[in-house]
């Protein structure tokens, strides 16, 4: 069930605790996908999609009490799993996870300000929705590449100083890189945002980025890489 992380009451812990559990159900409903859809049983109770503070996630029943220590998510996902198209129905879940959410948050800041909810949704709304990283509604352009998009299909790497590394040469010849570009760039694991600490790896089959840690690549084994499959093409693969 949806836990609360030790009492947030500031905007920052607040936030925190937003991030975390988005990150936890956007895990669900990308990287995650199949073993979620195989909880999301219809002949099963009400269940529901729970984002925890720590970045997990759990498909379960509704909590017993009455209320309930937070906003309960949406109930009876998994009735809805075997009438709809596959993609629509997480996409609709996604949308009701959003939602869900920004209830928690608000419900946690309840006893703040005007101006302190103000910041709290100012925060909220700087990272995408779980809706946009589920239907990938984001331009080609804002994928970390360089020079805007021109590189070929061959295996591009992303180091944890923020430099692109790549085993084909792009289709101009050069390797400039526009770092504002890449800020809205979203792991196609947990649905976070790029940074240029972080080390990153890009998929040659569906072109989405990954944290490294996300599907766990490092550098040194990145280097040795010469086609980067992601899990979920892997998966798509062996089918």
Known sequence: ??????????VEEIFKDYSARRTGIARALTYDVDEFYGLCDPEKENLCLYGHPNETWEVNLPAEEVPPELPEPA??????RDGMNRGDW?????????????????????RLNRNERKRLFSLIN?????????SERKPVKDKPNADSGSRSRG????????????????????????????????????????????FWIGCDICERWFHGKCV????????????????????????
């Open 1 to 10: 069930m949806a836990s609360v992380s030790s009492s947030p009451q500031t």
């Open 216 to 239: 766990k690549i490092t550098p040194a084994k990145a280097e040795n890489i010469k086609q980067y499959k992601c899990p979920s093409c892997m998966k798509r693969g062996r089918q």
């Open 155 to 198: 295996s591009t790497k992303r180091s944890s100083d923020g430099q692109v590394k790549s085993n084909a040469k792009l289709v101009d010849g050069s390797y400039e890189e526009d770092e504002d570009g890449h800020s809205e760039t979203l792991c196609g694991s947990c649905g976070g945002n790029y940074n240029a600490d972080e």
């Open 90 to 110: 997480l996409s609709l879940i996604a949308v009701h996870s959003d939602c869900w959410l920004l209830s928690v948050a608000f419900y946690l800041g309840a």
């Open 126 to 134: 700087d990272l995408p929705t779980v809706f946009e990283v589920v």
């Open 75 to 80: 109930l009876g996902i998994n009735f809805a």
